[in-house]
């Protein structure tokens, strides 16, 4: 086959990639449709009368909607919102399937609601959920609690100041020898609430787009809704107000432990000691070890690469460079954040302990679609949402019998200007 010229080449190239693409995706719904027909045919065990709510059609409690994969639902959807299929309500088969079958499942039509639009089955949206809760550098580090309602109500033992050697805030042990009479005395408890704030990202792409490339869904969901998400979750960990959304380690009030700046210490730097006494008063119990980071933002690397112990005429280096391990110091791993402060200022070094962190998340992800929202530009609005709450489970720093400074799991660097 002969061409005229590069242009003419690239078209065919082109072509022949999108009818590949469209074959295999044909291919794929065949044997789909193919292996369903096989399913009914064969005599599936009856569920159990608590599995399935009378009237729910099954379809609704498959993951992928009946669909072989993201990029098929997004077709469907794309040929679904074209102006004159509207206009002739005219849906594919496969989809119109899905969607009478989310109607019959109360807990997922009304995530669709009055916005007309269709509702990305689970398996596709919750796959990248997963995947951005997996990778976040701080949320498998922390304490999780799973929630069936909007609030959860978590009791906890008082038991931050024992400075006048009381145990559980008021509890005093006495020995038997000692010959002194005991009085009875009461442990002072406290509460601390989650309450489920919603997190909702949106996307708008062209219905041409997602009928000539499906695989734009897929691309959306995998690169920038899990790199979007997991900069979201480090932010309101790290810095979060609690209005809205979680209260972060840096707005956690008297937990928090400020360590302040050294003697004549020059602006913007940091020096070895301001770790050694972050260090020093951290709060470290047996999971310490897995769930202690420190966080830095970069602009501190040329401060703490070149941060040294004076050993007699020369020096030891403070941290240990990455390497088969990641980089740390004092044996906990270092985790780099663009949401530590710039050098110099307030919490651009955090040593956080995560396993005292609280998070409660319900129900995953839920993701849907509308065409009304940008229906006269023939493109698609997406929805993504999932409910979380967190905040530090101490409501105070540590006050030891002995000690003068108190402990914590969250210790930060103060000012230096």
Request: charged share 25%.
């Amino acid at each position: 086959m002969k061409f005229e010229n590069k242009e003419a080449l690239d078209k065919y190239i082109k072509e022949e990639a999108e009818k590949q693409a469209q074959e295999l995706i044909e291919k794929e719904r065949k044997a789909a449709e193919e292996k369903a027909k096989a399913e009914e045919k064969a005599d599936p065990p009856a569920p159990e009368p608590s599995d399935i709510e009378v009237g729910v059609d099954r379809l609704s409690l498959d993951t992928k909607g009946g669909f072989v994969n993201v990029a098929e639902f997004a077709r469907d959807v794309a040929i679904a919102c074209k102006k004159e299929n509207m206009a002739a309500n005219y849906i594919p088969p496969k989809l119109l399937k899905w969607n009478r079958a989310i109607a019959t499942n109360k807990t997922l039509s009304t995530d669709v609601g009055e916005s007309g639009g269709h509702l990305i089955p689970t398996a596709f949206s919750m796959g990248a959920f997963n995947v951005a809760v997996e990778t976040n550098p701080i949320m498998p580090l922390v304490t999780e609690w799973p929630m069936t309602t909007n609030s959860l109500d978590l009791t906890y033992v008082e038991g931050f100041d024992q400075s006048g050697n009381l145990i559980g805030g008021g509890i005093i042990w006495y020995w038997k020898g000692e010959g002194k009479q005991g009085t009875f005395s009461d442990p002072k408890f406290g509460v601390l609430t989650l309450k489920l704030k919603d997190c909702i990202a949106l996307c708008r792409a062209t219905n041409d787009m997602l009928e000539d490339n499906p695989g734009t869904l897929e691309t959306v969901l995998n690169t920038l809704f899990v790199n979007g998400l997991n900069f979201q979750l480090t932010k309101v960990l790290i810095e979060g107000s609690g209005v809205g959304q979680p209260l972060g380690v840096m707005n956690s009030g008297k937990a928090l432990v400020t360590i302040p700046k050294e003697t004549s210490q020059p602006a913007d730097t940091m020096e070895y000691m301001n770790v050694l006494k972050m260090f020093a008063q951290l709060y470290e119990d047996e999971a310490a070890t897995s769930a202690t980071r420190w966080h830095f933002n970069r602009d501190c690397i040329p401060q703490i690469a070149t941060m040294k112990v004076d050993v007699g005429l020369g020096g030891a280096p403070v941290w240990t460079p990455p390497g088969v391990a990641p980089a740390s110091i004092l044996g906990y791993p270092i985790a780099w954040s663009k949401h530590c402060a710039t050098l110099g200022d307030l919490g651009d070094g955090m040593l956080v302990n995560w396993r005292h962190y609280y998070v409660g998340m319900k129900g995953g992800i839920r993701s849907a679609q509308s065409m009304h929202l940008y229906f006269d530009y023939n493109d698609m609005a997406f929805r993504w949402t999932f409910r979380i709450d967190g905040k530090p489970s101490w409501p105070q720093a540590f006050k030891g019998p002995k000690s003068a400074k108190p402990l914590s799991p969250f210790i930060t660097l103060a000012e230096r200007a």
